[in-house]
């Protein structure tokens, strides 16, 4: 028997570990061929669940409840504890008499820490363990510059992983690789009675100890949060699948041209199944090639092999900004780029709670902003003019701004969110420079020309016409009041603050 420990990878199929731990396709890393079955188990560990959030919460158990069904459908089941993994995962082991502990790699700073805590404590009890690369097509070491540093700019890096050969999706184990529902149960039972209570999970608090339960999943009150305002959609890797499927079906033949306008539904939205590990990497890029090939055929206009590629571009972002992470771990908290001086934020409270709120004034900030409190989602343009607005025009630190995407996006994933607050703030690896400041205006009518986005989100706005709301900072008050009674005058002065923001760099320059 093996024990394979689910994290962010939240599927069965195109699981490097879990295939090896399973004994699917035949030999493995380790030589050995005759693996499994595994039994599939996730922890609610008190650690992670410090840093989450209601939404993250509701789209985790989401998720965990279609791999359990993923599971059921095959025979097996999935095991659910809570406690400390270093604690859990021993008492586990034993319950199951299990030889091993497979998982795979998660690359962010607190995770590497608590995974180097669970081997220790395996190894104290003799139980072997596994790591395996699977969240990311090159793991965040293999792709280096000539001289050997991991690269800071991004179109070197996307050059050496575009070249580079990429792996076929990880066999799915079949029933045989899984270990039988009854005997999970069985095992569950045995932690729970050794632990000297019948509890299930359902029953308690987080720190209570080992506790593990076959399929029974808790709800969010039981872990500690709130069922959230914001519908986190769909979850499960059948989800997943349908969504690629449908967006390679066409609109990747227009990403490229299409995928800045807010209000088409140009992009892939596949973000929360990658952040869950709902679709693995391998599957999701060997769909891609299968487009490309149809972009490069006769049925496709000329351009379409660059459409496609601008969104293998995308998957090559969300590596890039990983490797950051894992070789910078301290970009969490810090900014990557020091300025000489450090910035001196303005950070005026009252303005970044109106941001948060979405009533700044400005229609397509407001739009982002609520967007995201609906559908714990927002648009990738609207991430960068939000961004934007946040650290130039209101002058605040883009902690703020990175810690209030964390408790409200679906999709947060600490290196893809810190790599982009950063870039907006002109503190990231290849960043935006400092002096590049979005006009939010120009932007909102660039972008969102008929304000459809900014209206499906800003009740007030609707049946106001399109060009005044792109001109809203220019109205007078009277005009405001008589275009749309119910929303803001904009909070600050869009030209004045670009003033004060170039003045803010300068000094931290050391400029000034
Ligand atoms: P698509 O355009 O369909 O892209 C496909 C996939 O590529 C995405 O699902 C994502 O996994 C990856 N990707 C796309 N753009 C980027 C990017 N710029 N950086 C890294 N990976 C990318 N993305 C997150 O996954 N989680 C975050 O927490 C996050 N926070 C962000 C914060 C800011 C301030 C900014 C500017 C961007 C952030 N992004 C984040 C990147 C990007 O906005 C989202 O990945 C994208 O909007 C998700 O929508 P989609 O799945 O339709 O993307």
Redesign the pocket.
């Known amino acids: 028997m093996e024990l394979f420990w689910h994290r962010r990878d939240l599927r069965v199929a195109d699981n490097v570990g879990l295939a090896a731990a399973a004994g699917a396709g035949g030999e493995d890393a380790s030589g050995d061929a005759d693996r499994g079955p595994a039994a599939p188990v996730f922890v609610f560990d008190p650690g992670v669940l410090d840093h989450a959030s209601d939404v993250r919460i509701r789209r985790l158990l989401d998720g965990l409840a279609a791999l359990r069904d993923d599971y059921r459908e095959r025979g097996s089941d999935l095991l659910v504890a809570r406690g400390d993994p270093e604690t859990v995962l021993p008492e586990l082991a034993a319950a199951l008499d299990a030889e091993r502990v497979v998982w795979n790699r998660d690359y962010s700073g607190l995770a590497r820490e608590r995974d180097a805590g669970v081997r220790r404590a395996l190894d104290a009890v003799d139980v072997e363990r596994e790591a395996h690369h699977d969240a990311v097509l090159h793991d965040p070491d293999a792709i280096r510059t000539n001289a050997g540093d991991p690269y800071s700019v991004y179109s070197y890096y996307w050059k050496k992983w575009t070249d580079r050969a990429k792996d076929d999706p990880a066999p799915t184990p079949g029933g045989e690789g899984l270990a039988d529902a009854d005997r999970l149960a069985e095992a569950a039972d045995a932690i729970t009675e050794s632990d000297g209570t019948d509890a299930t999970l359902a029953d308690g608090g987080v720190d209570e100890g080992p506790v593990a339960a076959a399929g029974d999943l808790p709800t969010p009150a039981d872990l500690g949060f709130a069922e959230p305002d914001a519908d986190v959609g769909p979850a499960g890797t059948a989800a997943a699948r349908e969504r690629l499927d449908e967006f390679l079906d066409e609109a990747v033949f227009a990403y490229e041209a299409e ?1 800045d306008y807010p209000a088409e539904e140009a ?5 929360a199944f ?2 869950y590990g709902e679709i693995g990497v391998r599957e999701a890029y060997a769909a891609t090639e299968e487009a490309m090939v149809e972009a490069e055929s006769d049925l496709r206009p000329e351009d379409a092999p660059e459409q496609v590629e601008e ?1 293998q571009q ?2 090559a ?2 590596e890039f ?1 990983t490797q950051v992470l894992f070789h910078n771990p301290e970009v969490v908290a810090a900014n990557y780029k020091e300025y000489e001086e450090g910035i001196d934020w303005r950070d005026d409270g009252e303005e970044i709670a109106a941001w948060k709120r979405g009533e700044t004034g400005y229609p397509i900030v407001d739009a982002g902003m609520r967007q995201l409190r609906e559908e714990a989602y927002m ?2 343009r609207v ?2 003019i939000v ?1 934007s607005f946040l650290t130039k025009d209101l002058l605040a630190d883009w902690r703020h701004g990175y810690d209030h ?1 964390r408790g409200h ?1 679906a ?3 600490t290196a ?2 810190n ?3 950063q ?2 703030a002109s503190t990231g690896t290849d960043a935006q420079p400092y002096f590049r400041i979005f006009n939010p205006m120009t932007q909102g009518e660039r972008y969102d020309p008929d304000a459809e986005y900014i209206t499906e989100y800003v009740p007030e706005l609707r049946g106001v016409d399109a060009d005044l709301i792109h001109e809203w900072h220019e109205l007078s008050p009277t005009q405001r009041a008589n275009a749309a009674p119910e929303y803001p005058s904009p909070i600050v002065d869009h030209s004045e603050r670009r003033e004060a923001a170039l003045a803010m760099y300068k000094r931290a320059r050391g400029e000034d």
């Open positions: 995928r992009t892939s939205r596949l973000s990658f952040k969104f995308q998957l972002w969300r900004y648009h990738n991430r960068m961004a995407f996006l999709d947060h994933d893809n969110d790599g982009g607050w870039w907006a």
